[in-house]
């Protein structure tokens, strides 16, 4: 057996979701049975201080790592392979343009960007110098998201024709938010629609969408609404989704919760002729599923694939690492004209309900 490729990562943005990507990073493989593939990390930068960048890799557990107190540094560090960029949504687009023009291929957290015109320039860009590009939609990765996706290719539930999708989390944002808070400030691209919203979009789009043959794909028309907060930010959304032969719902919100009772009750339900799957609760990172066929009386199967180690963001750097060596450009798990479609969506209904963001954050200019 080959000795496994090797993908040194730069962590550009040393916060709180980048923490658990690198924990997950420094994981020994074997773990979760992968045996092709390790990972290093090989540095970290903050923008703002070099000490929080060194203390940012002590506490993951890589603390001979290089640490640097700015993100050209990082780009330009001959020793990493790959940048993972893990700051707010805003930000997304000038440091990925940042890391692309260093050579670099990129690892962006989700949303890719603000919007699709954005997300449009990273992936010309990266076509034109071919570097690997991708936005890091963990949830694709999960096996337990790769089983379900066969499962609907192979017709276990027959044709499928809607799916409802929820990620909701109770959080009471007037009193646990200030207006400064990443998740209601608009400076930061703040809302549920760019940060939980994405990922019942995920769902919808790779059960209703990713598993066609490329020859029936087809960008669905969209429909919805959504409620603002008093920073003018949505704090609740709907999103319909109308494919030429099926219909994608897709909600979240931070003032109900998807789960109140936290009892496993299902996030997605994936409904077919032949009778649904229904996914669990949360919608990012499930740990179980049910197939329920149709009609009473009938064999319920349940299936539970809990995470073997860590928190399950490793299985996204898999994939980014094999894509790396075997030379690909894109990942066929989150392929970049998905990414566009799906931020296309999202700013069709922003459009539809006159949610706009400030302009230097809208803005294409770069």
Sequence with gaps: MPAPFTCRWGILGPGWIASVFAKDLVLDPKTRGVEDVVHVVQAAAS??????????????????????????????????????????????????????????????????????????????LAREKKLFLMEAVWTRFFPLS???RQLIKDGKIGDVKRVIADLSLCQDPETKYDDSHRMVNPDLAGGVLLDLGLYPLTWVYQTLYHTLPDAEKAAPTITGAISKYHTGVDIETVVVCKFPSS?????????????????????????????????????????????VPVGKGSKVERFE???????????????????LRDGKMESDVMPLDESILIMETMDTLRAQCDFKYPANIESTEH
């Design 47 to 124: 923008a703002t201080s070099f000490d929080r960048a060194k203390q940012f890799l002590v506490d993951v557990g890589a603390p001979s790592a290089t640490a640097y107190g700015s993100y050209v540094e990082l780009v330009n560090d001959p020793n990493v392979d790959i940048i993972y960029i893990a700051t707010p949504h805003s930000h997304h687009f000038p440091q990925c343009i940042l890391a692309l023009n260093a050579g670099k291929p990129v690892v962006c957290e989700k949303p890719f960007t603000v919007n699709a015109e954005q997300t449009k320039i990273l992936v010309n």
């Design 146 to 148: 790769i089983e379900i």
């Design 247 to 291: 219909v994608g719902i897709a909600t979240s919100s931070v003032r109900v919760a998807t789960d109140p009772e936290e009892t496993g009750y299902p996030a997605i339900k994936i409904q077919g002729t032949k009778g649904e799957i229904r996914v669990d609760h949360p919608a990012y990172c499930p740990t179980g599923y049910t197939i």
């Design 305 to 323: 694939r809990p995470i073997p180690a860590g928190k399950g963001m490793h299985w996204e750097a898999d994939g980014a690492a094999r894509c």
